[in-house]
């Protein structure tokens, strides 16, 4: 399936399953970084023709990838009319955090409190717009190293392209025009004071992991097991205790 025909039937689905909603008035609701996955998620929520909110939550956040969030919703707005965009700034909310939080100082773990404030964030503007959240998770990261931060940029209502592979994402996102500084970018979790990118956090290119994933005769597939398998738990479903029958 070429671009074209995957960004068609992405909006397709879209639609389709919000229509299926007992919503009045239902709208898209979706977090933008200024990475390639929220940008061509964002621009396929518009596509659908459905209200889209697409909101940029700033923490901390580098310049650059801050400027790209802001760069890509003035380009939604000048093509669509079904689309609102935001700025949330969420720093004073997240350094409150974490001084509340400062005996359980861990920077991983704060790191990803980020991403968790960011879901709440977009759970409020979605309730108060008969909303729902849109996940911006691409296959990679979803099933193939778990490359997201638990009930956080994975707590989201739908993943409209959570199967397609990295590779796939920027190609759609030129099929798009989405702005080239946008699909030129190292891609980042945007989750660090710093400019770390996915790689240098991974350790492998979303190339190489993509070949990993599909023959495990490859070079790389021993060092993809290795950050796979710590967060298998991300991807299966929540363990259940079930109790035994009288």
């Known amino acids: 399936m070429n671009s074209d ?7 397709d689905w879209i639609k389709e399953y919000i229509s299926s909603l007992k919503f009045q008035s239902p709208s898209l609701i979706i977090g933008v970084s200024g990475g ?8 396929l929520c518009c596509k659908t023709g459905f209200k889209t909110i697409a909101v940029s939550m700033p923490i901390k956040q580098n310049a650059s990838q801050h400027d790209l ?7 939604l707005k000048s093509k669509f009319n079904n689309v609102d965009t935001m700025i949330i700034e969420l720093d004073d909310v997240f350094r409150s955090f974490e001084n509340t939080m400062s005996d359980f100082d861990n920077k ?15 759970y409020q503007i979605a309730q108060a717009n008969n909303g729902i959240v849109v996940g911006t ?10 490359f997201y931060t638990k009930y956080g940029d994975g707590g989201v209502d739908i993943s409209p392209i959570a199967d397609c592979n990295k590779t796939d994402v920027w190609n759609i996102g030129k099929s ?7 699909i030129e970018a190292a891609p980042t979790d945007g989750l660090w004071d710093d400019s770390r990118n996915d790689e240098s956090q991974l350790g492998l290119s979303y190339e190489q992991i993509e070949e990993a994933m599909n023959n495990p ?17 991300k991807m299966k479903p929540i363990p259940v205790c079930i109790l035994p029958k009288d």
């Open 5 to 11: 025909k995957k960004i068609e039937h992405i909006s």
């Open 36 to 43: 390639i996955d929220s940008a061509v998620t964002s621009t």
């Open 69 to 75: 969030s802001l760069k890509h919703l003035d380009w």
């Open 108 to 122: 991983l773990a704060f790191a990803n409190s980020r991403s968790r404030l960011r879901m709440v964030t977009l």
């Open 137 to 146: 998770g691409n296959k990679v990261e979803d099933f193939g190293v778990g």
């Open 176 to 182: 798009l025009g989405v702005i080239n500084e946008i």
């Open 217 to 233: 005769n490859s070079s790389y597939f021993e060092k993809y097991m290795k950050i796979r398998e710590p967060n298998l738990h």
